[in-house]
């Protein structure tokens, strides 16, 4: 059983930098994939990030491509997300998931962690 506990959300300006981090527990099938999802209030949660612990691919929603970073770190066991040149639109709730391939962003992510807040002023 995967156990996904996220940290490092708050509030941050407009403009600036905010790094998630995700910190998985139990075993977690070296081909399964890591991802990063938000959802802000009154919408529908979304996919931001994943990537292929295998290939090391990583996918990017189009809206956060250039400004987002999608990381692993196997020895700690962590995902962490790099937001910069954050914007309004990016605040919300985001969370961190592990689910089996193929490594999409509309994959089946069947692990999920209680989430984090972000707020952009």
């Given at each position: ?26 075993y977690i ?93």
């Open positions: 059983h995967v156990q996904l506990v996220e940290s490092g959300g708050g509030s941050v300006q407009a403009g600036g930098s905010l790094r998630l981090s995700c910190v998985a527990s139990g099938p070296s081909n399964y994939c890591l991802g990063w999802f938000r959802q802000a209030p009154g919408k529908e949660r979304e996919a931001v990030a994943v990537i292929n612990r295998v290939l090391g691919r990583k996918l990017y929603d189009d809206s956060v491509k250039g400004r987002f970073t999608i990381s692993e770190d196997k020895e700690k066991n962590t995902v962490d997300l790099q937001m910069d040149s954050v914007n309004v639109e990016d605040g919300g709730t985001y969370s961190c998931a592990a689910g089996s391939p193929p490594c999409e962003l509309h994959g089946q992510f069947n692990s999920w962690g209680q989430g984090t807040q972000v707020t952009v002023s």
